[in-house]
């Protein structure tokens, strides 16, 4: 049987979601790391097949105490081809682990929106003859490709949606990971930053819920593919 993947929370409300969702349908065992309420990094990945990284509102450039330590646990992730997967935040950790840069996006992006496949070959074995899919988008800040890596997503508004390292590691600007509860908790948590944007990218919660069901459905197709090649790599 497979060791637990490392999944790290940074935030109350952004919690792994449908990820889990998916290891417990595959029979993948996992443990929640709450650095929201607290809890240390690890210091080693003994005993863990992979590690899952997911979003949060803080920069990745802000001076956290637990920001250096993941880091650190990231790069070592990488060193011994332990699998990495970033969502959002998670993808900034990933880049900028591995020297990437994460700065200011030219316009905050929040809500629904397509993202491309740009590197066809690159992409193929992480989402199969997929051309364009939506996915889920909340952040004002984006990351460079570190070294090595290869772009595989884009969107209108964020050429760096996803890129891939290897056949094991792969960061994401965008979220595949939403529920209908997710989003809910996301648009009341998130009413503030939605009112004072002026961003041409920035959606309504009304426009965010609308048929929230149906286009999770379509979400999590994308998210199947990601996750199912991803898991392929998982240490035993």
């Known amino acids: 049987m497979l060791n637990p993947v490392l999944i790290f929370q940074h935030s109350p409300t952004e919690g ?9 349908r595959a029979g993948i065992p996992w443990r929640l790391v709450r650095i929201d309420e607290g809890e240390a990094v690890p210091e080693s990945l003994a005993g863990y097949s992979g590690l899952c990284l997911m979003g949060g509102a803080m920069s990745v450039n802000d001076a956290l105490p637990w920001i250096p330590p993941l880091l650190g646990l990231i790069r070592i992730a990488v060193e011994r081809g332990v699998p990495v997967i970033g969502h959002c935040l998670g993808g900034q950790l990933l880049s900028k682990a591995l020297g990437g840069i994460v700065s200011a996006n ?13 590197d066809a070959e690159a ?26 890596a290869v772009r595989i997503l884009e969107s ?5 949606q996803a890129f891939v390292l290897g056949d094991r590691h792969v960061g994401m600007q965008c979220h595949v990971e939403m529920t209908p509860e997710l989003i809910a908790a996301w648009c009341a948590n998130g009413a503030a930053e939605i009112a004072a944007s002026t961003s041409p990218a920035v959606q309504q919660p009304s426009v965010m819920q609308a048929e929230a069901e149906a286009r999770t459905v379509r979400l ?17």
């Open 123 to 148: 992409a193929r074995p992480w989402l199969g003859d997929t051309t364009s899919a939506p996915a889920f988008h909340w952040h004002g800040e984006t990351f460079t490709l570190p070294h090595g």
């Open 156 to 160: 209108e508004w964020c050429p760096n």
């Open 106 to 118: 030219p316009v905050k992006e929040i809500g629904w929106g397509e993202v491309r496949v740009v």
């Open 16 to 24: 792994p979601g449908y990820f889990t969702t998916f290891l417990d």
């Open 220 to 236: 999590h197709a994308l998210a199947d593919k990601i996750y199912s090649r991803w898991i392929q790599g998982l240490s035993r």
